[in-house]
């Protein structure tokens, strides 16, 4: 309340010096770029004058600006796509051992011989792509063990994802 009676009185004794000043800052800034389009202008066409495209100086800087927004994009797709594949790792895993163990418990239940882990071919190659995928997370992480059951392959490729900040 003590502020807005300030600024109220300030005004109505009109001082207009805030304003000016503001006034001239914008002025100054105004021509302060203008200058600064007109040096860039200028290095721009003694560069275009002096250089072939491929090498001039200005293009590069703006190439290699453009090439560093790209890698950070592709960088944090890189990421996403790695966690969307574990999660479809997850997740088939999930659904082909659960419907494996319930065809096992059909079979048994009306009396077909079950299948062994080695006689399962697609079984056994799906169990050495999760253990490469898990491999490689791993030697990314720096994680070296070697026990594939106890791993928790979320967590191993959440500790790489940390690491490559």
Known sequence: MCVRLWNFNFKEMGHEHHH????????????ANHDL????????????????????????????????????????????LLAAKQ???????????????????MQASM??????????????????IIDEWTEQVRSRSGDERNNSDSSDVNKLLFSAIVQSN
């Open 37 to 80: 389009n007109v040096v860039q202008f200028k290095l721009e066409k003694e560069f275009q004058q002096l250089y072939p495209d491929n090498v001039n100086p200005i293009k590069l800087v703006n190439r290699i600006k453009k090439v560093q927004e790209d890698l950070t994009f592709l960088n944090q797709q890189c990421r996403d």
């Open 111 to 128: 009396g077909i011989s079950l299948v062994t882990d080695s006689d399962d071919a697609a079984f056994a190659n799906f169990n050495q």
């Open 87 to 105: 999660d479809l790792i997850d997740k088939a895993r999930t659904s082909l051992i659960g419907n494996r163990n319930l065809l096992r418990r």
């Open 20 to 31: 000016q000043a503001t006034d001239g800052l914008v002025s100054l800034f105004t021509k």
